[in-house]
T-cell receptor
Framework: DSGVTQTPKHLITATGQRVTLRCSPR?????VYWYQQSLDQGLQFLIQ???????AKGNILERFSAQQFPDLHSELNLSSLELGDSALYFC????????????FGSGTRLTVV | AQTVTQSQPEMSVQEAETVTLSCTYD???????LFWYKQPPSRQMILVIR??????QNATENRFSVNFQKAAKSFSLKISDSQLGDAAMYFC??????????FGPGTSLSVIP
């Protein structure tokens, strides 16, 4: 157990629908990062939050949005889903030391049918 | 812009032998961190080893070591005494002061019994 919790582990939904992915960072970590990994692809950075505020944005579609709540958990909202949104979505958190790498959750496997 | 390149999409190694995975990167910053992550079939992302750019000494973690060539912007991973459990996708990653981590496309490592 990495300490980063993602729910649900698997999600199957239809095109056009909306889903919410949830992430709880490791205790004490203020930063949360969301990544998308499509089949046989590398990890694409979506968005970062730090202590409730958006810090950086990557290749995140306008149909996607995220937020980080006061208790530091984060949610990634995906709407108007398309077949191409099927992917593994990772959440990661990072300690406050500048040299720390990410600690990843186990991911949410989203399948859009 | 920061980039990470892994020129070997696939590699294989005999059990108990040594293998080296290549990674090159590009950044204009002088202070940064480099990581190798392992992603086994379970899809969990696991931090293998990290290197601070300001340190000349190559990082080592048990059977895993790196060859960090700062001038050449090269960061290779050597796995000694390869084990079946080392079979996985390996991602090289770069973190600069912009905080977010950029991942390479990955190298799929197979271990032959």
């Amino acid at each position: 157990d990495s300490g980063v919790t993602q729910t649900p582990k698997h999600l199957i939904t239809a095109t056009g629908q909306r889903v919410t992915l949830r992430c709880s960072p490791r205790s004490g970590d203020l930063s949360v990062y969301w990544y998308q990994q499509s089949l046989d692809q590398g990890l694409q950075f979506l968005i970062q939050y730090y202590n409730g505020e958006e810090r950086a944005k990557g290749n995140i579609l306008e149909r996607f949005s995220a937020q980080q709540f006061p208790d530091l958990h984060s949610e990634l909202n995906l709407s108007s889903l398309e077949l191409g949104d099927s992917a593994l979505y990772f959440c990661a958190s990072r300690g406050t030391g500048v040299g720390y790498g990410y600690t990843f959750g186990s991911g949410t496997r989203l399948t859009v049918v | 812009a920061q980039t990470v390149t892994q020129s070997q999409p696939e590699m294989s190694v005999q059990e108990a032998e040594t293998v080296t995975l290549s990674c090159t990167y590009d950044t204009s910053e002088s202070d940064y961190y480099l990581f190798w992550y392992k992603q086994p079939p379970s899809r969990q992302m696991i931090l293998v080893i990290r290197q601070e750019a300001y340190k000349q000494q190559n990082a080592t973690e048990n059977r895993f070591s790196v060859n960090f060539q700062k001038a050449a912007k090269s960061f290779s991973l050597k796995i000694s005494d390869s084990q079946l459990g080392d079979a996985a996708m390996y991602f090289c990653a770069l973190k600069t002061s912009y905080d977010k981590v950029i991942f390479g496309p990955g190298t799929s490592l197979s271990v032959i019994p």
